[in-house]
């Protein structure tokens, strides 16, 4: 079915039902719904060529992403925040442009971009704690949302983000209730912005119940099963060794999972485990009840609200920037319990 068989269907002009496909606000919201609805009926997608001519938009969003060892860009994540995008730029018509570039190239993927006019706006991802890029792309004018936050930034931009710092200051006290104070922070590189605040929460933790910080127990590096295994390895042969492990991410908790085992010892009852959850949907934390106790926040939401907003600036220009932050849910599970008693 074609826009204007479309259109005779629903008795309304192609141009209000063109307009109602793209999203211009000066459509009746119930006349938009009903052309929505009878576009799903009819399994009716616009002609993406044809609509990039009508609206002078190049109707895609751009991801730009550096090739690097290092960085937590490359963690597997990335896949579940962009199938949530993905629902996004589908209803409303965008494709996605995903670019590859070499870390000292960043800059220029970003200035290329603009010059072609081959993307209509930008998501950000992993966020340094002192990243350029926002005022980057201030500067050459694409609208752009950050995935996360830059905490060495004191002006205004649009950003979706975890609140990392009070899910692991949670986390943290779910622990020392429990009588834990030997508790090790496997975490992100704390490069990462998300890192950092992961560590102020964990730290606030400790110190607002009079547990000292002990560096001995903080490990920072790419969150991988290998390093949560070394990790773990290496602190669990150390004389005062910890008795619960606070970690960053699923992958990494897998590793100390395996370490712990291998040690012969039981989680929940000889070392307590609590994990960062992303809700991914290949990588489940059990059913009903978790496999980890853990603090969750679905990144393939995240992805949803980073498009629906990176869209809306580029239909509606001209916005107040706005900040959008999840709270994570702490999930107990399994893998927690009381400290264990040590002559």
């Not at 039902?17 to 929505?36: D, H, I």
């Not at 990176?310 to 706005?322: R, S, T």
Request: glycine residues 8%; negative net charge; contains cysteine.
């Amino acid at each position: 079915m074609n826009l204007k068989q479309l259109s005779e269907k629903l008795g309304l002009s192609q141009t209000t039902v063109s307009r109602a496909l793209n999203g211009y606000p000066e459509v009746a919201e119930a006349t938009r719904a009903k052309v929505l609805k009878a576009a799903e009926t009819h399994n009716y997608r616009p002609n993406a060529r044809a609509k990039s001519l009508a609206t002078g938009r190049a109707m895609a969003v751009g991801h730009v992403l550096p090739v690097s060892n290092k960085g937590e860009i490359v963690n597997p994540v990335f896949s579940d925040f962009v199938a949530g995008a993905s629902e996004t730029y589908l209803q409303h018509g965008y494709d996605m442009m995903l670019s590859l570039v070499p870390d000292d190239a960043e800059e220029d993927a970003y200035r290329a971009l603009a010059a072609k006019g081959t993307v209509d706006g930008i998501i950000v991802h992993g966020p340094r704690t002192d990243d350029a890029r926002v005022g980057l792309l201030r500067e050459i004018g694409l609208p752009f949302v950050v995935h996360g936050r830059i905490s060495r930034r004191g002006d205004d931009y649009d950003w979706v983000d975890v609140n990392n710092l009070r899910a692991f200051q949670r986390a943290t006290e779910f622990l020392l209730d429990f009588g834990h104070r030997r508790i090790a922070l496997i975490n992100g590189m704390t490069v990462m912005d998300f890192a950092e605040r992961r560590l102020a929460g964990y730290c606030t933790a400790l110190q607002d119940r009079g547990v000292a910080v002990d560096d001995g127990l903080i490990r920072s590096d790419q969150m991988t099963e290998g390093y949560g295994y070394a990790s773990a390895q290496e602190m669990l042969a150390q004389h005062d060794a910890p008795t619960a492990f606070l970690c960053s991410s699923m992958i990494a908790a897998l590793g100390v999972r395996r370490a712990v085992e291998e040690r012969g010892l039981r989680m929940a009852r000889d070392i307590s485990i609590i994990t960062h959850d992303d809700d991914l949907s290949y990588l489940s934390n059990g059913g009903e009840v978790p496999i980890f106790t853990a603090t969750r926040s679905s990144v393939r939401q995240a992805g949803r609200l980073c498009a629906e907003r990176v869209i809306d600036l580029v239909q509606n220009p001209g916005q107040a920037p706005q900040q959008h932050l999840l709270e994570a849910e702490l999930m107990v599970g399994q893998s927690t319990g009381p400290a264990p008693q040590r002559m």
